[in-house]
């Protein structure tokens, strides 16, 4: 997939080959591309992190794609989204290789968690079912006991 690396200058699109005088090489991951074109406009992660305010960090990690420092990869979607509208990037298509990318190596579930609900569902039912008839036992009791 194919992202625009551009730059809005008085209302013309500058493609990155015109800015550098190199030819336009397609960056091959999704940090990659924030990266070029964070740098085609000649700023630092600082310099875009003050201006759109988004932790530095996250930046660093959105263009490394080093995870490792986060719980949970999705808490990045809305800052990728922001970073690449600020980078007049796709952020939709950007938004959906980042998912792939996180989803393809299987980083949404640790397969070595157990899950705590292995029960299956029709043993549950009866379980339930058992705890609804036995306060209805002891409420028919009461009431009878009563009188």
């Known amino acids: 997939m194919k992202f625009m690396c551009s ?9 990155r080959e015109q800015l550098t005088g190199e030819p336009d090489e397609s960056p091959k ?8 074109a964070r740098e085609v406009r000649a700023m630092t992660v600082s310099e875009v992190a003050r201006q759109i305010r988004i932790p530095a960090g996250y930046l660093t990690t959105l263009e490394t794609g080093d995870y490792s ?13 922001d970073y690449a509208r600020f980078l007049e990037l796709d952020a939709s298509a950007l938004s959906a290789t980042f998912i792939g990318d996180i989803e393809s ?18 043993r549950r039912r009866e379980w339930s079912t058992t705890v609804v008839l036995l306060l209805f036992v002891a409420l028919a009791i009461y009431l009878v006991g009563s009188r």
């Open 7 to 15: 730059r809005s200058t008085a209302g013309h699109r500058i493609q």
């Open 29 to 36: 991951n999704l940090g990659a591309v924030l990266r070029v």
């Open 69 to 81: 420092g986060i719980a949970n990869e999705l808490y990045l979607l809305p800052y990728l989204r």
């Open 105 to 122: 190596v299987g980083r949404f579930v640790d397969p070595s968690i157990e899950l705590l609900d292995e029960e299956p569902p029709s």
